[in-house]
């Protein structure tokens, strides 16, 4: 088992889930991977009803 790494070293990677119908979430976290250097500095963090219309999430005010 593992997960997800950028194929390339590129800045512009991204990763897209689909719950298949509306959820609520609570929490998302994101972790190193062991004897690996590929890591995450920093993420946006999108949402969509339809996988076209991409909206920035807010909260308090702050873009995340």
Partial sequence: ???WSPSDSDHYQWLQVDFGSRKQMSAIATQGRYSSSDWVTQYRLLYSDTGR???PYHQDGNIW
């Fill in 1 to 3: 088992a593992g997960g």
């Fill in 53 to 55: 219309n991409w909206k």
